[in-house]
């Protein structure tokens, strides 16, 4: 389980205005212990002392490794009886009871429980650590491990539903604890769908492929994207250069206190230079973290500045519909400049 730095960042935002801190939506909960699978769980500010609810299938698991102070069971009937030493909560509703439980000046990401703080604990995550960095690092390694392999494969012939299937099995391979969302692999006119995921098509010889993996290691993310040419020229080869201009112009603008905004439109620039503004029809990038996609959000309106401790993607890509697309996603950490986190080459 990981450390319980995230309890610790919790308590020191809201202990002057609060009593109690209630989570209860799993990305927090990942956050804060490391158990996206639990119920809830109540912070008292005052003392730090933490108290984790869990189904009553997961108490012995997470009871072994949970940076809590307790860990208490969730059943709705006492079936089988309680076992010695077990902390067992039986409830029809665990949201009802939980507003039984607690009392005070309550902050919680559920307004059903107490004054909605999820803005604020957004704010809290965005800002990563030392090993929140790490964790993201060794997820990114691994997406890159499995991206090289991916990379150096003959794809020609294969069906993006195999090259997808290969990625995923890869990267656990590779260590992952799982993947951050399931594999792209966009292959000829299907890479002109920026969410596109996998289907039947072969891939072939002439064929641009977009290939956007993420590793996650323990509960954080990774991110990463790379274009694959099997030959081919004409208006995609141009946009190749011309999202590889893009990023790095938005690396250079991506900074301690730059606007999001002006990072996006760095980027942006440089796509239209080329002659492909109409075809780039997404933000330049997003936050990582326990999410794959979470603050800071790059895109043109964005009113935040980029802070000293974020984690985030640029990721400028070119989509025409009938041909193709091209993307090339980095990830980077945010200090006085950005310092890029990724070892891959942009153009494979």
Not at 153 to 165: C, F, K, Q, T, V
Not at 233 to 253: P, T
Not at 321 to 343: K, P, Q, S, T, W
Request: with cysteine; hydrophobic share 40%.
């Amino acid at each position: 389980m990981p450390r319980a730095g995230g309890i610790e960042k919790l308590v020191r935002r809201f202990k002057d205005r609060f009593d109690l801190l209630v989570l209860t939506r799993p990305p927090n909960l990942a956050y804060a212990v490391g158990v996206p699978d639990a119920l809830g769980l109540v912070i008292d500010l005052s003392t730090g002392h933490s108290t984790l609810y869990v189904p009553r299938l997961d108490y012995s698991r997470v009871r072994a490794g949970a940076p809590v102070d307790k860990v208490v069971a969730v059943s709705q009937a006492e079936i089988p009886p309680k076992r010695p030493g077990e902390e067992l909560l039986t409830a029809p509703s665990f949201l009802e009871a939980l507003k039984g439980l607690v009392s005070g000046r309550i902050a919680s990401d559920s307004k059903e429980i107490g004054a909605d703080v999820s803005g604020e604990i957004m704010e809290v995550r965005a800002v990563k650590d030392e090993g929140e960095l790490a964790a993201i690092s060794e997820a990114l390694r691994i997406a890159e491990r499995t991206l090289e392999r991916l990379l150096q494969s003959r794809l020609a012939g294969m069906r993006e539903r195999d090259a997808a299937a290969l990625a995923y099995k890869w990267m656990i391979e590779e260590g992952a604890d799982g993947a951050a969302f399931d594999p792209i692999l966009a292959s000829g006119p299907n890479g002109a769908y920026p969410h596109y995921r996998f289907g039947d098509r072969k891939i072939s010889y002439g064929d641009y492929v977009v290939i956007d993996i993420g590793a996650r290691k323990g509960v954080y993310c990774s991110d990463t994207t790379r274009t694959l040419a099997l030959g081919g020229s004409g208006m995609l080869r141009d946009a190749m250069y011309a999202v590889y201009e893009a990023v790095k112009a938005a690396e250079r603008a991506a900074r301690d206190g730059a606007l999001a905004s002006e990072v996006d439109r760095a980027a942006r620039e440089v796509i239209s230079e080329y002659g492909f503004a109409q075809y780039f029809i997404h933000s330049t990038g997003h936050g990582v973290g326990v999410e794959v996609h979470e603050p800071p959000r790059l895109y043109a309106a964005s009113r935040e500045a980029l802070k000293r401790g974020n984690v985030i993607t640029i990721e400028p890509g070119v989509y025409i519909e009938g041909v193709g697309g091209v993307r090339i996603e980095d990830m980077f950490y945010i200090d006085a400049g950005a310092v890029r986190l990724n070892r891959l080459p942009r153009l494979p």
